[in-house]
């Protein structure tokens, strides 16, 4: 193993005793100057964070930024295709940036070429519709094009351009490159003979191996071929993920094209890459389309075009993103202060990459097992053969893997930012993770899609977890992530709550005033509207004039034999001798992620409770703010008045505040937002609400609601498409209605609560877990999970379906009455589900009829009915 011996179990490995143990010398830092002041200076903004997804995007400093915007304010940048003073200053400056673009790659303008372009996928792009392509014909077999299964989709995905020119597409397993053998010195392809076109990654973006870079010249000499076939061969080096820590020099590796990304590099700008392109094959490539700025001459009424002689004129449509390229010259500014260059970086990352490996690599649960296995190609021994990635999944004890999202949700408790999947690298996955060309079609057929959290599918994962590091990354970073993963499955956590909030924050309780934020409820007693469900004389009507009054009538109880149950149904009807199911508490959410409101009787709409999450709270670029975000929403405490037609929202420290149920048709402006990718039509509650919430979160924040007259429909329904295809959503997740089962919080309460080792007090209060969970309907229950085998349930004469189990997030973490983390509520879940975290289900309506008012109460018997072995996919957690 890299790095020495290292300690078996759960015990944390030293970083002193890491370095003595290294067979070679390692380098953390950059020299004098101070790893954690440049942190604290630049990186202001990480504190309390462990950002470990640097392959993904890597982080600007502030320095970077603020030179940038310096240079904007002092200078003035026109459009370079025109020839006045400030467009002369642009072109000449975007000149400049080339030669410092061609200088760090250790290369020239006399060899090289830099091709702006939108990323590297852009770029990749660029070279599969310019290459000379030779179609097979009588005298040829046609060119070939070769690519590394070990690939970005990006280089995939060019296989669609030479397909459809019935170019040959051949790809080639990192192993069979490996063992190609190497011949002599090959002869130059004589004219005439195909061009092919070999592309590979200097370093994979899913385990960052890092392939040889002799690899370019063997194959364009004919030493090494991916195919035995006789052409000219060329190379396309993907250089994405390689250089972002480490230095390529093109003067000794000379490809033929290498597409980058410069935010991979930077952090800042995102948008921009280029294609390097060698000159020598420069004037193979072909180009059909011409935009502004790449005619030398060309006539709008005939077939008439010169382009221009530069390369980078030619294929550089339209304007270039001017002004994102001037930032890139700042960017290679500070990275040369900050750090010196990329030898010092890529030393440095591959030190803590290093270390991390050995030390993850080390970690044995009590019976020996490893707690992680991680997909590597090498053993971190040095950094030409390993870049500064650990692709891995977490194991149980008795080896099955967790699933990813479960990792990425529990760590998301730790703030510890990775990332999971299968990163855009379906071949690399497929190897490492033994998945064949069938499972993973199968795996689409479940549901399965990238980017998607479902991780784990008849057992078998549907992809990985991924750390990186970059070059302001530091040893703390690494321990804080080894930490988490020795609490998460060695239990070795002090099971204390993650503090969510900075004292002194605008608008955050203390944590006295905090306690005393309970869920509103209202129980006002007065006549009472006809209801579906018949209760006994006394009952409780939610039609209050005071909604702070809480009465004290007694809840409502519903008379046996009143039920009625479909007759088809009525096979799977529950045995009536395990006790009745009885509604022991109606909540509803009228702002999203906000605290609840309470109430023992709630009038339904067509989308669930009314005023059910009908409004939400956006930042000021109008993206919604959840609790995953934002934990202290819930100490923002709405109630519902319908009397007065308004909802008074309240805080600790803030004046109360009214808003109106409904918007004024002729002030309103109607504004678009996003849940859940669904569109909603908004509009926003006006300057007042917004001013209110931005005191108390501190920072821009508006109130908006669902327009009553935007129809956003479900995207899941039950077996009974005919009865609820035209059912609608609030700006809930998912489905119209949540429902737990007390006696599935009561198993988890005991778990929680025998896990606590002074047994002094109950950590966790039955209402207290209930709140976590944040369902509408709560039920008495007679087991435990019971609720999961429900096909649908009966509620006088509304019936509902049971779409399926709501998979819960890290947001069950967080105490509704104080906004703080605690991580075990999760974890202990997710053991008792087996990883899954399952808890409560999704109800819609069937044929609801609003012709006259129709009610939930609490004290109303829940019918359910048993599915007939029919099982329901993992919809995420409501809210």
């Known amino acids: 193993m890299a790095g020495g011996a290292a300690p078996r179990g759960a015990e944390l490995l030293a970083f002193a005793r890491f370095r003595e143990s290294s067979k070679q010398p390692l380098a953390y830092g950059y020299g004098p100057r101070s790893l954690r002041e440049l942190r604290q200076r ?43 003073i400030s467009s002369r200053l642009t072109h000449d400056t975007v000149e400049h940036v080339r030669y410092r673009i061609l200088a760090h790659f250790h290369t020239s303008p006399e060899d090289y070429s830099v091709i702006f372009t939108a990323g590297s996928t852009a770029a990749l792009k660029l070279v599969a519709e310019a290459f000379p392509w030779v179609s097979p014909g ?120 290498v597409p980058i990304s410069f935010y991979k590099i930077f952090g800042f700008p995102t948008g921009l890459g280029a294609l390097l392109v060698n000159n020598r094959v420069a004037p193979l490539l072909r180009k059909t389309y011409f935009g502004g700025g790449t005619a030398a001459a060309y006539l709008a009424g005939d077939d008439f075009y010169i382009p221009r002689r530069s390369v980078a004129e030619r294929f550089e449509d339209g304007t270039i993103s001017f002004l994102d390229v001037i930032a890139l010259k700042h960017g290679f500014d500070a ?65 099955n893997i967790i699933g990813y999202s479960q990792v990425d949700k529990m760590a998301s408790l730790y703030n510890i930012h990775l990332r999971t999947g299968c990163f855009c690298n379906t071949g690399a996955c497929q ?57 998460m499955q060695l239990h070795q956590s002090d099971g204390q709550p993650l503090p969510q909030t900075t004292p002194g924050e605008a608008g955050a309780p203390a944590e006295s005033e905090a306690q005393d934020a309970g869920p509103a409820t209202v129980d006002r007693c007065s006549s009472s509207p006809q209801e579906d469900a018949p209760t006994a004389s006394g009952v409780c009507n939610d039609l209050p004039s005071a909604v702070d009054t809480v009465g004290s009538c007694p809840l409502p109880l519903m008379a046996a034999g009143t039920q009625q149950v479909p007759s088809e149904k009525a096979a799977g009807v529950l045995d009536g001798g395990l006790g009745p199911h009885v509604i022991t508490n109606l909540y509803l959410y009228p702002i999203k992620s906000c605290a609840a409101f309470e109430v023992t009787k709630w009038p339904l ?15 000021h670029n109008g993206v919604c703010l959840s609790q995953k975000q934002e934990p202290r929403l819930c100490l923002i405490q709405p109630f519902i008045d319908l009397q007065q037609k308004v909802m008074v929202i309240k805080a600790k420290g803030m004046e109360p505040i009214e808003v109106p149920l409904e918007e004024n048709g002729e002030r309103a402006q109607i504004c678009q937002s996003k849940v859940c990718a669904d569109r909603v039509n908004t509009y926003n ?81 039955m209402k207290d877990l209930i709140s976590r969970f944040r369902a509408n309907i709560i039920t008495n229950g007679t087991r435990a999970f019971e609720e999961e085998k429900w096909d649908e349930i009966s509620i006088g004469s509304l019936r509902f379906q049971v779409s399926g189990p709501c998979h819960r997030c890290q947001m069950i973490c967080i105490d509704q009455q104080t906004g703080q983390r605690n991580q075990n509520v999760f974890q202990k879940l997710s053991e008792r589900r087996e990883r899954k975290v399952n808890f409560g289900v999704y109800l819609m309506h069937v044929s609801l009829d609003l012709s006259s008012p129709r009610f939930l109460s609490v004290g109303s018997q829940v019918l359910p009915v048993l599915k007939e072995n029919t099982e329901h996919p993992n919809l995420p957690a409501s809210d």
């Open 685 to 765: 509650c006006g300057e007042k609400i917004s001013s209110w919430l931005s005191r108390f979160f501190g920072r821009p924040c508006q109130l908006i609601k669902q327009s009553s007259d935007f129809q956003r429909s479900a995207k899941r329904r039950g077996k009974d498409q005919s009865a609820s295809k035209t059912a609608t959503l609030s700006l809930v997740n998912e489905a119209q209605y949540l429902l737990i089962n007390r006696s599935s919080v009561l198993e988890l309460q005991q778990q929680l609560n025998a896990s606590d080792e002074n047994g002094k007090e109950e950590l966790f209060p």
């Open 42 to 84: 630049e990186f202001g903004r990480l504190a309390g964070t462990v950002y470990l997804d640097h392959a993904g995007a890597t982080l600007f400093p502030q320095s970077q930024l603020t030179s940038f915007t310096k240079d904007l304010m002092e200078n003035v940048y026109g459009n370079p295709h025109s020839q006045n």
């Open 431 to 487: 190897r490492h993770l033994g998945l064949s060309d069938e499972m993973v079609k199968k795996h689409l057929e479940a549901g399965h899609v990238c980017g998607d959290n479902v991780d784990l599918i008849d057992g078998q994962p549907t992809g990985s977890v991924r750390i990186s590091f970059g070059y302001m990354s530091t040893l703390e970073d690494a321990q804080a992530f080894l930490t988490f993963i020795i609490a």
């Open 605 to 619: 709409g067509n989308q669930g409770l009314l005023y059910d999450r009908s409004w939400m709270v956006v930042n």
């Open 138 to 257: 009588p005298e040829s077999g046609g060119s070939r094009f070769c690519y590394l299964t070990d690939s970005h989709t990006s280089v995939v995905g060019m296989r669609k351009v030479a397909m459809a020119l019935n170019v040959t597409c051949v790809p080639v397993r990192p192993e069979d490159m490996r063992r190609a053998e190497t011949r002599g010195s090959g002869a130059r392809a004589p004219d005439g003979q195909p061009p092919h076109l070999f592309c590979y990654p200097a370093q994979s973006n899913f385990s960052g191996t890092r392939y040889p870079l002799s690899w370019i010249a063997e194959v364009q000499a004919g030493r090494r071929g991916p195919v035995a076939v006789p052409g000219r061969w060329f190379v396309l080096l993907d250089a994405a993920s390689y250089v972002s820590t480490s230095a390529l020099d093109l003067s000794v590796h000379q490809a033929d094209f």
């Open 335 to 399: 990275l040369e202060r900050l750090t010196g260059g990329m030898e010092n970086i890529t030393l440095h990352t591959f030190t803590l990459a290093q270390y991390t490996y050995t030390a993850l690599s080390a970690l044995r649960y009590p019976s020996g097992a490893p707690v992680v296995r991680i997909y590597s190609d090498s053993e971190f021994s040095s950094p030409e053969v390993q870049g500064p990635v650990i692709n891995f999944n977490v194991l149980d004890p008795s080896g």
